[in-house]
């Protein structure tokens, strides 16, 4: 909003939509979040097959959505706006309606325009100013602290730590910080609860796992963990009203992207860009279910796997694998006659089964005559009796 040059023109369209003296914090009023139901939300989410989901708890702007002390801020939906805590109402609901799901919170290190945040480059940190008067404006709900990383920074990630529960800590950008004193406190007290958690690769350490966006298939992706994030919105990860429908990632793409990286060792976190209401857009949510009706019905292949270390597979394979079994998955319809030159592990006497749509558990016919030669006999049931991905279990038997 900041720069006339961005190739976004959100400097222009804001000027010319809401004039010069509207700010950035005045957007607070809009903010209703009067449709939000936590609980449609954790069940989409379940619905869509995810094992985990990661709500934005504080993005750049410092506007949390969430509750802490008054003597760290006032800046969050608890005071302005709804006034609501949206992150407790949402853990409520996932711990109520789906216990087994995993919460995880994205946090900013930093805050654009904290009067304390000083840092340089694109988070230069505060006062804000109005980009066209160039005037200094209040940092809405701020609160006079001696320093920002001890005094706002880390009780909020405290705050997350451990009045929320949070399993995942996802930071993001770096910066200034304390994670070091933070994260080991926080790690141990966790194994003193018998609980795991986690952290990204953007709390200012190495973290467990690395986070590509909108990057699918990173360079050496099996060097370590790693997930990779982007929207539904070809795009961004917040809602923008002026995308079509038909821009959205559709079940499809979900699935072939969700098969793609944990055949190469990952995770896939993908963002919903919720409405100022709190609502989810329809077409959205019909993409969500139908990519997690192929999900949940071939989740034996994706959840818990791991990958392949000769090969992720090349179009149209994939392949995952756990200790007793190992699958193949199609890209696409496959013909009646499916070879793979790889040298999958099979063996004489491995039994060999479709996993998910209508022949789910159907053994299938198939010829081996030694490394790299299987070939599979698909009868026209089985052609028929799937979408997106065709996936086959090669069940061991020793």
Same mark, same amino acid.
């Given at each position: =909003? ?98 087994? =799901? ?16 000083k840092h340089g480059g694109s988070f230069a940190g505060g006062p804000p100013t109005n980009p066209y008067t160039g005037a200094t404006l209040d940092y809405t709900g701020y ?25 995942? =800590? ?16 926080? +790690? ?32 050496h992706p099996l060097d370590r963990m790693w997930e990779s994030s982007r929207g539904m919105d070809p795009h961004s990860y917040g809602y923008n009203h002026v995308i079509p429908?038909?821009?959205? =990632? ?21 963002? +919903? ?33 791991? *990958? ?18 190992? *699958? +193949? ?70």
């Amino acid at each position: =909003m900041h720069d006339p040059n961005d190739k976004t023109q959100t400097y222009q369209y804001h000027l010319d939509t809401y004039g010069k003296d509207v700010n950035y914090d005045d957007f607070a009023a809009n903010f209703t979040g009067k449709k939000f139901n936590p609980k449609d939300w954790v069940d989409l989410f379940a619905d869509a097959g995810a094992q985990y989901f990661v709500p934005t708890t504080k993005h750049h702007d410092g506007f949390a959505l969430f509750n802490f002390s008054e003597s760290v801020s006032r800046r969050s939906t608890v005071h302005y706006g709804p006034k609501r805590d949206f992150i407790g109402e949402l853990f409520a609901a996932a711990k109520q309606h789906q216990p087994h =799901m995993r919460r995880g919170t994205y946090f900013s290190l930093p805050e654009w325009y904290n009067p304390k945040y000083k840092h340089g480059g694109s988070f230069a940190g505060g006062p804000p100013t109005n980009p066209y008067t160039g005037a200094t404006l209040d940092y809405t709900g701020y609160v006079d602290v001696d320093d920002f990383v001890k005094d706002v920074q880390v009780p909020q990630m405290e705050t997350l730590a451990y009045e929320y529960d949070t399993e995942i =800590m996802w930071c993001d950008i770096g910066g200034p910080n304390d994670s070091a004193n933070m994260m080991s406190k926080w +790690i141990n007290w966790a194994k003193k609860q018998g609980r795991q958690v986690s952290f990204n690769s953007r709390c200012g350490l190495a973290g467990d796992y690395d986070t590509p966006e909108y990057d699918p298939n990173p360079t050496h992706p099996l060097d370590r963990m790693w997930e990779s994030s982007r929207g539904m919105d070809p795009h961004s990860y917040g809602y923008n009203h002026v995308i079509p429908d038909d821009q959205y =990632m559709t079940g499809e793409e979900i699935v072939r992207t969700l098969v793609d990286i944990v055949a190469n060792n990952g995770n896939f976190l993908l963002d +919903i860009g919720p409405k100022g209401d709190g609502s989810i857009a329809s077409i959205m949510q019909t993409n969500l279910r139908d990519a997690g009706a192929w999900i949940r019905a071939h989740g034996e292949s994706i959840y818990g796997t791991t *990958y392949w270390s000769v090969t992720a597979g090349a179009d149209p394979f994939r392949y995952t694998a756990t200790e007793d079994a190992f *699958y +193949i998955h199609h890209l696409g319809k496959p013909g009646s006659t499916l070879h793979t030159s790889d040298p999958v592990p099979f063996l004489p006497g491995d039994k060999v089964t479709v996993v998910g749509g209508d022949a789910h558990g159907s053994e299938v016919g198939h010829a081996w005559t030694g490394v790299g030669t299987l070939t599979l006999n698909l009868p026209q049931n089985v052609l028929d009796g799937d979408k997106y991905i065709w996936t086959f279990k090669i069940e061991y038997v020793r």
